[in-house]
């Protein structure tokens, strides 16, 4: 029954890529339609999604309440890069693309497939939790996952990182 319901609820993603896949191939868009909605979606619908989603459904009280939740996902994110480290030995990534691969192997794309993905298949009582992970993901990302692709370099040299504000 529950994979029912998820399948029910991940259909009109799939109809509506299928729909888009079929337009393009009888020319239904022109080149700039892409560029278009991906503006209108990336500057407009999306964050707009997203502040609302945090406004309704995560506050304070919430926070404190799933801030349990950070710990777990703390220590998957940990585990992800370990994980990951091992993956770069075991496959022999070469410099230059470790740091990349790690930082893609931990931290996913969140907002972009997430959460629609996340709202479609559980609704929107999920979005809480998807809001405590999204607020780790973020953190991985824009701290250690750029700091290994920025010191991730071909050549094997000392690489000097400040970060100023």
């Not at 990951?84 to 070469?94: D, E, M, N, P, S």
């Amino acid at each position: 029954m529950v994979f029912l319901q998820s399948l029910e609820s991940i259909l009109p993603v799939v109809i509506l890529i299928s729909l888009g896949y079929i337009l393009q191939i009888r020319k239904w868009f022109d080149v700039s339609f892409s560029d278009n909605i991906s503006k209108l979606i990336m500057n407009i619908a999306l964050p707009a999604s997203i502040f609302v989603s945090v406004m309704e459904y995560l506050t304070v009280e919430r926070l404190i309440k799933l801030s349990s939740g950070l710990v777990y996902v703390g220590l998957a994110t940990i585990l992800g890069y370990v994980v990951a480290f091992i993956l770069v030995k075991v496959l022999k990534i070469k410099p230059g693309r470790r740091g990349t691969f790690i930082n893609t192997f931990v931290n996913a794309n969140t907002i972009f497939i997430g959460l629609p993905l996340n709202i479609a298949l559980f609704g929107d009582k999920a979005t809480e939790y998807f809001l405590v992970y999204y607020i780790i993901n973020t953190i991985s990302s824009w701290t250690l996952g750029i700091y290994l692709m920025t010191t991730d370099s071909l050549v094997q040299t000392k690489t000097e990182v400040s970060f100023d504000l």
